[in-house]
Structure formats: structure tokens, C-alpha cells
């Protein structure tokens, strides 16, 4: 079945970096594109970046733009979010996500999610 698991949260001083993974498996992952979102407290989930199959065009929240860096490896089936220059603001849960073909209609699927908490 469909696994997508992110790794890489964690604490961080405003200014810092972190660096998320996720490993997808159960679909044909070089062909489908991927994306993170973030969901901060009491906040709605929203999309931070997502790439192509081909990992090409990224695209980015305005919030993050020239701060994160999405990219995949196809070879090793994994997606990285590289995040810099944090802020209090990017506290959240980031989510590894994917929407596939089911049938007549599309499917979500999501990460467990990894907490990124920006603090000093």
C-alpha cells in the first residue's frame, strides 16, 4: 500500500536549518509528483512546495520562497525539504504529500507528519 514517512523535525534556533525527508513506497513514485505542507497550531493545512515527477518547476508558498528548497531522488523513491534561514512563523507539522489516480477519481495521500518547532 501507499507509505509515505517523513523524518528530519526537530528543534531549531530562529535563523537555523533543517533538512526533512520522506520515503514513498506502494506506487510508481517517479511518476508522480509530490509536495510538503505545513500546519501550524490552529491553523489550516496549507502547501509549503511541491515538485514534478521530473523534479522540474518547483513551486513554493510566498512565505518560504528564497528560505526552502524541495527536490527527489527517483533512484531511492525519496522527496527532501531543505528549509533555511527559519522563522517562528514556519513552527508547524510538515506533511510528505501525493495525489493519485484511483479508479475513476483522485486520491490524497498524506505522511504521519514531523513536528518543526522554531524557538529560541
Known amino acids: 500500500q501507499v507509505q509515505l514517512v517523513e523524518s528530519g523535525g526537530g528543534l531549531v534556533q530562529p535563523g537555523g536549518s533543517l533538512s526533512l525527508s520522506c520515503a514513498a513506497s506502494g506506487f510508481p513514485f517517479s511518476s508522480s509528483a509530490m509536495s510538503w505542507y505545513h500546519q501550524g497550531p490552529g491553523k489550516e493545512r496549507e502547501l509549503v512546495a511541491a515538485?514534478?515527477?521530473?523534479?522540474?518547476?518547483?513551486n513554493y508558498a510566498d512565505s518560504v520562497k528564497g528560505r526552502f528548497t524541495v527536490s527527489r531522488d527517483n533512484a531511492r523513491n525519496m522527496v527532501y525539504l531543505q528549509m533555511n534561514n527559519l522563522k517562528p512563523e514556519d513552527t508547524a507539522v510538515y506533511y510528505c504529500?501525493?495525489?493519485?489516480?484511483?479508479?475513476?477519481?483522485?486520491?490524497?495521500?498524506w505522511g504521519q507528519g514531523t513536528q518543526v518547532t522554531v524557538s529560541s
Open positions: 504529500h501525493t495525489l493519485l489516480r484511483e479508479g475513476w477519481g483522485l486520491k490524497h495521500y
Open positions: 515538485i514534478t515527477s521530473a523534479g522540474d518547476s518547483p
